[in-house]
């Protein structure tokens, strides 16, 4: 057979094989098509062919996804700072429980030395530990000629029983602040005597003689503040570093703790320590 047979022979038959390809193709679905079919397959009447009819609607739907996503990211970023924030350790002042007084005071001490030796004049807060109470003459004695200013104070009534622990934040004028806390503290412990023996003579015997102790403590309290008692145990004071470092050769001193750098009282946790307190802390 020569060319032109075989062309005659196969040239047809490649033509409608290349018609049949052509013919697959047009019958084909376009990727438009095909996604508009899916559509309408799987959306519709639901919300997808509302957001495919109104183009304006898909585009408030997406602007709202967005808006939500941006949202909790901010509000993530929030929890977690807060939840830094929380974690973050407190600042306490005052030897831990089961730490020896002693080893506790004179590793503050050496805190506060080098503390001077590195930056003198530099202000924070400090726990000063009394070696014995003091009256408020005595204690505004203690920051003569110096510029310590007076934070906080801690006042207990030198009596038997269990007296009250008190915490005053001192204004400018430490010792009038003192005063009026005296005053107060004889009104309020003289009612609360009253008051105590009145429940006493109202509760069962077996449980009379708590009442009774209470009462007397009170009583004993009140007579204290009303005699302008040595009760400052403690107090939280601001200075240099230079001169808080100085405090403990003051003979009624008995140790100074320095917070770190920057620290304000309303973040300062304290734990005074009564002069009494020797040996560990319980």
């Known amino acids: 057979m020569g060319l032109s047979g075989l062309d005659d022979r196969l040239l047809p038959l490649w033509a409608r094989r290349v018609q049949e390809v052509r013919d697959t193709v047009a019958a084909a ?34 602007v709202a ?30 030897p831990p429980l089961g730490a020896d007084a002693d080893t506790a005071l004179a590793g503050a001490r050496a805190d506060a030395v080098e503390r001077a030796r590195t930056a003198p004049g530099a202000r924070s807060l400090a726990l000063v530990s009394l070696r014995e109470q003091l009256t408020v003459a005595r ?11 007076v934070r906080r104070a801690y006042v207990r009534a030198p009596v038997a029983g269990a007296p009250e622990l008190l915490t005053v934040d001192v204004a400018a004028d430490a010792p009038s602040t003192l005063r ?12 609360q005597a009253e008051e105590l023996r009145r429940q006493a003579s109202a509760v069962p015997e077996a449980e009379r003689a708590s009442y009774e102790a209470a009462a007397a403590t009170a009583t ?59 040996g560990v802390v319980q």
């Not at 008995?254 to 009564?274: F, K, M, N, Q, Y």
Request: overall charge negative.
């Open 29 to 62: 679905p376009s990727p438009a098509q095909a996604l508009r079919a899916l559509d309408d397959r799987y959306a519709e009447a639901g919300a997808l062919r509302v957001v495919r009819d109104t183009p304006v609607l898909g585009a408030l739907v997406a």
């Open 65 to 94: 996804v967005l808006l939500a996503g941006a949202g909790t990211s901010l509000a993530l970023s929030w929890d977690t700072a807060g939840a830094a924030a929380a974690g973050a350790a407190p600042v306490v002042l005052g």
């Open 139 to 149: 204690t505004a004695g203690l920051l003569v000629e110096s510029t310590l200013e």
């Open 180 to 191: 009026a806390l005296q005053a107060a503290t004889a009104r309020r412990k003289a009612e």
């Open 220 to 278: 004993l309290e009140a007579a204290a503040y009303a005699a302008d008692c040595a009760c400052v145990l403690a107090l939280l004071v601001e200075g240099t570093a230079a001169e808080l470092a100085e405090l403990p050769a003051l003979p009624v001193v008995r140790g100074v703790e320095l917070a770190p750098r920057g620290a304000s009282a309303d973040v300062v946790e304290v734990r005074p320590l009564p002069p009494e307190t020797t």
